[in-house]
Antibody
Framework: EVQLVESGGGLVKPGGSLRLSCAAS????????MNWVRQAPGKGLEWVSSISSSSSYIYYADSVKGRFTISRDNAKNSLYLQMNSLRAEDTAVYYC?????????????WGQGTMVTVSS | SSELTQDPAVSVALGQTVRITCQGD??????ASWYQQKPGQAPVLVIYGKNNRPSGIPDRFSGSSSGNTASLTITGAQAEDEADYYC????????????FGGGTKLTVL
């Protein structure tokens, strides 16, 4: 079964750090670009970051640039998001999502999400 | 960056047809994809590309595009279609799928 499972969420104080992980299974992880998408409570979806299959291309939303770092370990079938200098507005459910690829322009597989709460 | 605009809420009578729209300049160059999200659940891809449905998505869901507007049509809406729907496309640079619409809450009456 094709699956993405996020972990690492929790409660952190403003200015703190957190590292999210996303474990992939059931497909050739190293062949796909991957993304992080977040959703603040009661709000819409917001794309956070993407990384190409070989980590050659990395992009960030302006709202997280300079604070968040996306990475992947293809040997471990895992995607990561290092989040530093966290702010209250970073509070959200964080999803990892697979890019269908090949110019098909879609996120076809999503994890169940992990909640990040930034509060003192 | 760029923006995608959706109506916040739309309603449809059970069994009728409803169209959910998404507007943005990037849609003149790129297709939109559409996601269904029910409360407490992760989004699910329902339409991508010109008009493609992933396996398991009912054929009552279809997509179309004209100019700067993409549309998701549900023909014969069912009670289980009540959900939030989001469109997504590439940003103005074309480098990534970094733009989501604000979402449309679909109510099936």
């Amino acid at each position: 079964e094709v699956q993405l499972v996020e972990s690492g969420g929790g409660l952190v104080k403003p200015g703190g750090s957190l590292r999210l992980s996303c474990a992939a299974s059931g497909f050739t992880f190293s062949s796909y670009s991957m993304n992080w998408v977040r959703q603040a409570p009661g709000k819409g979806l917001e794309w956070v970051s993407s990384i190409s299959s070989s980590s050659s291309y990395i992009y960030y939303a302006d709202s997280v640039k300079g604070r968040f770092t996306i990475s992947r370990d293809n040997a471990k079938n895992s995607l990561y998001l290092q989040m530093n200098s966290l702010r209250a507005e970073d509070t959200a459910v964080y999803y990892c999502a697979r890019d269908l690829g090949g110019d098909r322009d879609a996120f076809d597989i999503w994890g169940q999400g992990t909640m990040v709460t930034v509060s003192s | 960056s760029s923006e995608l605009t959706q109506d916040p809420a739309v309603s449809v009578a059970l069994g009728q047809t409803v169209r959910i729209t998404c507007q943005g300049d990037s849609l003149r160059s790129y297709y939109a994809s559409w996601y269904q999200q029910k409360p407490g659940q992760a989004p699910v891809l329902v339409i991508y590309g010109k008009n493609n449905r992933p396996s398991g998505i009912p054929d009552r869901f279809s997509g179309s595009s004209s100019g700067n507007t993409a549309s998701l049509t549900i023909t014969g809406a069912q009670a289980e279609d009540e959900a939030d729907y989001y469109c997504n496309s590439r940003d103005s640079s074309g480098n990534h799928l970094g733009v989501f619409g604000g979402g449309t809450k679909l109510t099936v009456l």
